[in-house]
Antibody, heavy 122, light 110 residues
Framework: QVQLVESGGGVVQPGRSLRLSCAAS????????MHWVRQGPGKGLEWVAI????????YYADSLKGRFTISRDNSKNTLYLQMNSLRADDTAVYYC???????????????WGRGTLVTVSS | SSELTQDPAVSVALGQTVRITCQGD??????ASWFQQKAGQAPVLVIY???NRPSGIPDRFSGSTSGNTASLTITGAQAEDEADYYC?????????????FGGGTKLTVL
């Protein structure tokens, strides 16, 4: 079965960086685009970024203003999110999610990990 | 970017039918997906496309769209359906690919 396991979260000071990972198994990772979605404490879901199945195309939420970078290593079945210049309002649970499309970008998030908590605080 | 608007809270009596709505300009172009999120858990996709259910989702869940409004209908709500529900769709306003979520609807089953 599809399994997505996020890691790398923790407490980080404002202005610092953090890299999240998402280990995928149970499906052909190289065939699916992948997303990051976050959820602030007591808040709703917010789409963060997507990367195509081959890692060539990346798209981001405008609100991130170039601070975050999504990437993937298809040889390791792993998705990443590099987060720089972190701010208090980046505090959230970060989920990775699989796009349902095979090779194509459907924007249908059919499998989710359990998330990893990032807390930005001094 | 576009916005998707949901009612913050809805309630339904056990066994009755409830409709949860989601409004936004992007829904005139793109279908909504719907997610169920129970307390402390990750979201689960329940409806995608015109009206499709992933494997394992009960057929009491259905989706529809009219104009700029997408709806999730639960026919014969069960106690285990109590959760937060989020809609999302591709954003139609940006000149690059992006997606947007609604603010969520908290469903209480009485």
């Amino acid at each position: 079965q599809v399994q997505l396991v996020e890691s790398g979260g923790g407490v980080v000071q404002p202005g610092r960086s953090l890299r999240l990972s998402c280990a995928a198994s149970g499906f052909t990772f190289t065939s699916h685009a992948m997303h990051w979605v976050r959820q602030g404490p007591g808040k709703g879901l917010e789409w963060v970024a997507i990367i195509s199945h081959d890692g060539i195309h990346e798209y981001y939420a405008d609100s991130l203003k170039g601070r975050f970078t999504i990437s993937r290593d298809n040889s390791k079945n792993t998705l990443y999110l590099q987060m720089n210049s972190l701010r208090a309002d980046d505090t959230a649970v970060y989920y990775c999610a699989r796009d349902r499309g095979i090779i194509t970008l459907l924007g249908e998030f059919d499998s989710w990990g359990r998330g990893t908590l990032v807390t930005v605080s001094s | 970017s576009s916005e998707l608007t949901q009612d913050p809270a809805v309630s339904v009596a056990l066994g009755q039918t409830v409709r949860i709505t989601c409004q936004g300009d992007s829904l005139r172009i793109y279908y909504a997906s719907w997610f169920q999120q129970k307390a402390g858990q990750a979201p689960v996709l329940v409806i995608y496309g015109k009206n499709n259910r992933p494997s394992g989702i009960p057929d009491r869940f259905s989706g529809s769209t009219s104009g700029n409004t997408a709806s999730l209908t639960i026919t014969g709500a069960q106690a285990e359906d109590e959760a937060d529900y989020y809609c999302n769709s591709r954003d139609s306003s940006d000149n690059h690919l992006s997606w947007v979520f609604g603010g969520g609807t908290k469903l209480t089953v009485l």
